[in-house]
């Protein structure tokens, strides 16, 4: 019963290494074309952002190698964000603040932002930036080169995480490890099914007809998990959308501490692997696969079965050995490595908790807004 057990954690860990060793193969971080034609606009919506939004607009500002505009959408800030932002226009006119008008009923707070800014954008190519993402010089014109040589309408990346409390790392990395370790990429770039569709919502980008001809944010105004919704809207209408390499084209510090992590995961949570189909088959790949290694190891050396102990052991080596890969390539803290374990029961228990807690509440707070919590499309 012990090796039984044994030989079913080898197999699940067996599964995100073998994807992870295909994804990290295929993933690239995009060069970007030596005279790149067109405009590409970086939109980005800020709600009380002032800590940060100076630096990621002089970054955005920084862009090289394509023609661009920078909008910043204030979404009825009360802090110094709008008044940082005039300033630095003051200076150069590729940059405008556009003022986001009262939220209406059914939409949510950054889709309807990045909804106005879309309509006000003048270039061919539309790349949404979270407040908090620090572009590279090349990132804008290697995203567009990117996307016209793989012919995609929607391309995505994930951004160098940086992560310095431990509730910040005992969360953040776990975007990467489920993206590379779980979506088959090859599949998502040979077949249009939309449930293979991924991104990352701090930083996409869309050709401008495909978005207008989708509705874009319009489409998905009540949901709080863009990086899921937008693919997904863009694949059911037969686009191709693509994800590549983010590390070295930009960086995000997502959060400060354990309990803004704690929400911030939380409240999207009911749109990806929160729903009662999904999380249980979700929490048996996860827990049995980087979990369970330790506890069938442990007892097995307890009970003396050795077979169990090594196939245990194997299996919780080759779990370590594919985060520890995951994490090297994408820049992440090598220390983040030997909390993979708790990671992923912290993962879980963010999951189950937002599956559960609707019961109770019904509502996600973010940016000082109440939402209604829904289920998966």
């Known amino acids: 019963m012990i090796l039984a057990l044994a030989l079913l954690t080898l197999a699940l860990a067996a599964l995100p290494a073998c994807l992870a060793a295909v994804n990290l193969s295929l993933l ?30 002089r970054a955005a500002l920084a862009s090289a190698g394509i023609a661009i505009e920078v909008l910043v959408g204030d979404d009825h800030s009360t802090d110094e964000t709008a008044a940082l932002v005039r300033r630095i226009a003051e200076t150069d006119a590729r ?11 059914g939409w949510t707070g950054k889709n309807h932002a990045c909804a106005v800014l879309a309509r006000e954008a003048r270039g061919d190519h539309l790349l949404f930036l979270d407040a908090d993402v620090t572009l590279k010089p090349n990132a804008a014109a290697g995203l567009a080169a990117h996307a016209a040589r793989a012919k995609a309408d929607l391309v995505s990346g994930v951004p160098r995480q940086v992560m310095e409390s431990l509730g910040e790392r005992l969360t953040v990395p776990m975007i990467n490890f489920l993206l590379i370790g779980y979506l088959p990429m090859a599949l998502m770039r040979l077949l249009p099914d939309p449930s293979l569709g991924a991104a990352c919502g701090q930083m996409i980008l869309m050709r401008t007809q495909a978005y207008r ?19 997904r809207l863009f694949r059911g209408q037969g686009l191709r959308t693509d994800l590549v390499a983010g590390h070295a084209l930009a960086t995000c510090r997502m959060y400060r501490d354990g309990p803004q992590s704690w929400a911030g995961f939380s409240k999207n949570a009911r749109e990806g692997m929160a729903t009662p189909r999904a999380l249980p088959v979700w929490t048996v790949l996860l827990f049995g696969g980087h979990v369970l290694p330790w506890l069938v190891l442990l007892l097995a050396l307890v009970v003396g079965n050795a077979s169990a102990a090594w196939v245990a052991g194997g299996a919780a080596l080759l779990s370590l050995a594919t985060r520890a890969a995951i994490t090297l390539v994408v820049r992440e803290p090598a220390t983040t490595v030997p909390l993979h374990p708790a990671a992923i029961c912290t993962a879980l228990a963010i999951q189950w908790n937002a599956l559960l807690r ?20």
């Open 28 to 57: 690239r971080t995009p060069e970007p074309e030596p005279e790149a034609p067109g405009l590409v606009s970086i939109l980005i919506p800020a709600r009380n952002e002032a800590g940060v939004i100076e630096g990621t607009v």
């Open 95 to 105: 940059l405008r603040l556009v003022a986001v008008p009262d939220l209406p009923e």
């Open 213 to 231: 001809a989708t509705g874009g944010h319009a489409t998905i105004r009540t949901s709080l998990h863009d990086g899921v919704r937008l693919p």
């Open 358 to 377: 609707p019961t109770r509440a019904g509502v996600a707070v973010w940016k000082g807004r109440r939402y209604p919590i829904t289920g998966a499309p």
